[in-house]
Structure formats: structure tokens, C-alpha cells
């Protein structure tokens, strides 16, 4: 199937308790490619690339989980088949993680507005993340919520140049309390790479 049409259908789900079954495999075969999906943003934030495979994974522990059956599945695949890239993107899951709850709530008390300061930079070139307008991540207080959605929009220049490896992709985030810079590695940048075109 194209990248541009790729999502999760109710076909390709197994029923919970055949997922059960092999829950624990898939968990252990899907560790290795989150991992290259993951960049660790300055000390408290975390970018989680999604693709079909994580996302697939997520619809299913959400159904064995929450135990809602059929009736349950339009939602899921509603609230996840949007993360899953369409070909021209990029799509991240950003974490603000941060153990102790008196430290977290003040530290997002701060961060109003983040979701529009994360970027891909590809060489000299910045690509600004949109964040999924499903719900308003900042609230009228300004504080922002502990976790993100963004897409990163890319045109074919960007897509030619982030496979080069001579060009420095880079993940980072511009607020004026959170301003931080990662280097995507080479064999992270090959496997988001596959989710283009």
C-alpha cells in the first residue's frame, strides 16, 4: 500500500485475545525500531516519531486494555490513523516527562505555546511542526499540556536532503523556556526515512 494511503483498518487487527497471544513478541520486535524513533530533547522532552507499526501497536493495546470490542475500534483508529505519515511528512508524539509532580506543573506552567516552537532543521533549513488541532494543548493560564502532536510538513527538496547523509538533521525546539538542539543519528535518520514516499 502507498505510504499516502497507509493506515490501520479494522482488518488488520487481531482480536484481543489473539493479540494476548503475542502481545509480548510484538512488544519485543517493535522496541528496537522505537528506539531509532526516539530523540531526547534537552532534559525533560522527548520526540517519539510514529509510524504505521507503532501505531498499529497502540490501537491494539488500547483495545486489550480498555476492553471496549468492536464498538470501541472507529474511535481508535480515529484518534491514532492521524499520527500514522502520510509520505511527505514526518509525525512525532512529544513527551514532557518529568517525575515529580510539584516540579512538572511548574515547569508546564512555563511552556505555554510550545506545541508551535519545535522544528526540524534539514542543513540550513527549518521545518516548523503543526500540531494536531484536535484539542488545545495550551490552556487559557498558559500551561501547556505534558504531551504533543505535531507534523512536520516536507517537500521534496526536504526529503532529498534529509536522505543525504552529508546534511545534519537536526530536532529542536525554540521557546524561550525550553531551547534545545538534538543530532538525529544516522541509523534514526535511515528508519524515518522509510516513511516517505
Known amino acids: 500500500m502507498p505510504s499516502a494511503q497507509r493506515e490501520v483498518t479494522p482488518a488488520d487487527l487481531l482480536s484481543d485475545a489473539e493479540f494476548a497471544k503475542v502481545r509480548k513478541e510484538r512488544r519485543a520486535a517493535l522496541l528496537p525500531i522505537k528506539r531509532l524513533r526516539r530523540v531526547e530533547l534537552g532534559p525533560a522532552c522527548t520526540v517519539h516519531f510514529e509510524c504505521y507499526e507503532t501505531m498499529l501497536f497502540q490501537i491494539q493495546e488500547m483495545l486489550l486494555i480498555e476492553k471496549g470490542g468492536a464498538a470501541q475500534v472507529p474511535d481508535e483508529l480515529a484518534a491514532y490513523n492521524p499520527l500514522i505519515p502520510k509520505g511527505s511528512e514526518l509525525v512525532a508524539t512529544v513527551l514532557f516527562e518529568i517525575e515529580d509532580p510539584v516540579r512538572r506543573a511548574a515547569m508546564l506552567a512555563r ?11 534539514i542543513g540550513e533549513e527549518k521545518v516548523s511542526g503543526v500540531p494536531e488541532g484536535d484539542v488545545e494543548r495550551t490552556r487559557e493560564d498558559g500551561k501547556t499540556s505534558s504531551v504533543h502532536f505535531l507534523r512536520f510538513p516536507l517537500k521534496p527538496d526536504h526529503i532529498a536532503r534529509f536522505r543525504d547523509p552529508a546534511t545534519q538533521i537536526l530536532v529542536g525546539c525554540d521557546h524561550e523556556h525550553y531551547s534545545h538542539l538534538a543530532g538525529v543519528s544516522p541509523a534514526s535518520r535511515a528508519e524515518l526515512a522509510k516513511d516517505f514516499a
Open 111 to 121: 511552556l505555554g505555546g510550545v506545541e508551535d516552537r519545535f522544528f526540524l532543521q
